[in-house]
């Protein structure tokens, strides 16, 4: 039982390494293909990936503001949430972090759960309202180890760094298009710049199910913390996955896609919503027998819940 949690564990940082050296070398050799056939000056790339990469990094680091503003997010008060800073603070130590994560409340509907933050802000844990007092505390925990684990691996980096490959990639295709339509395109071979900048949009978007894939990955590996840190933690995360699927069941469409931006940092896709009423276990069980299609989740920021679900079972 020991070693298949391993060879998981393994074969997620395996995966996500191999994903990122796809993107990284497929994007470099991209360029230096368009430097040598269009004769583009260096300054003109580095012009552009130093653009994207301020801006990005200016959302990365006022980014939390935004969110705490958007979805009214608090502090939790440490006398009337004593046990969910209790909580917090026993995974944070047991994930091995050095300091201990805000501890955050968004005071909005929708039941669910993120980790995020910057070097203005420092990390930070919330916990919507629509989930505190739902969940029972283990399964709580599970779901805040899961969050815990975003923190630990340096998710927010790596998915900013990865998500600026396609960003750059569409900005140059966005510049030659243009550029091509106000004239240039008769300085570098008729309506080249034009066509090859059509191409680097289309394959922007190309480069975007990677990052898909990737952010699918870093949710496997946050559910493997979980299951690793917490007692019994995978039985408690796949309950607590149904739960929050079930509650969602209960929010209105209309209120569950106002949170279509955040929902790359919950743990759960509001989207993924089920009967409100079903029975946890036996919906458990469902889903464990559930085989979706391998392209079911391909466009998603979370891999489908049966995906999940079987995962954990490998935790125990």
Do not use: C
Request: charged share 15%; aromatic share 10%; net charge positive.
């Amino acid at each position: 039982m020991v070693v298949q949690p391993r060879l998981s564990l393994l074969g997620l940082r395996i995966g996500m390494v191999g994903v990122w050296l796809a993107v990284v070398g497929t994007a470099a050799l991209l360029l230096t293909a368009l430097i040598l056939y269009l004769g583009l000056p260096t300054f003109y790339i580095y012009g552009v990936i130093g653009f994207v990469v301020l801006l990005n990094v200016i959302q990365w680091l006022f980014g939390p503001y935004l969110i705490n503003a958007f979805y009214r997010v608090t502090e939790a008060d440490p006398s009337a949430y004593s046990w969910l800073h209790q909580i917090v603070d026993e995974v944070a130590m047991r994930s091995g972090m050095r300091g201990k994560p805000k501890v955050m409340i968004a005071n909005i509907d929708i039941p669910n759960a993120f980790a995020y933050g910057s070097p203005l802000t420092g990390p930070m844990v919330a916990v919507t309202s629509g989930l505190l007092n739902r969940l029972p505390k283990d399964e709580l925990e599970a779901v805040i180890a899961h969050e815990v684990g975003h923190l630990k691996h340096r998710d927010v980096v790596v998915m900013l760094m990865i998500s600026l490959i396609p960003a750059i990639i569409y900005y140059i295709g966005y510049s030659l298009y243009i550029s091509g339509l106000l004239g240039g395109s008769r300085r570098n071979g008729g309506g080249a710049p034009i066509l090859i900048g059509i191409g680097l949009i289309v394959l922007s978007f190309v480069f975007n199910l990677f990052v898909f894939l990737m952010s699918r990955l870093r949710e496997y590996y946050a559910d493997s913390h979980a299951a690793t840190v917490v007692s019994d933690g995978a039985r408690k995360l796949q309950r607590a996955l149904v739960r929050i699927m079930a509650l969602s069941g209960r929010i209105r469409p209309q209120a569950r896609a106002s949170a279509e931006q955040l929902k790359m940092f919950f743990i759960s896709d509001p989207e993924h919503a089920i009967d409100p009423y079903v029975d946890v276990e036996r919906a458990v069980e469902e889903l464990r027998r559930t085989k979706p299609s391998p392209l079911s989740d391909i466009f998603s920021t979370h891999p489908h819940p049966a995906k999940r679900i079987k995962h954990l079972d490998r935790f125990i």
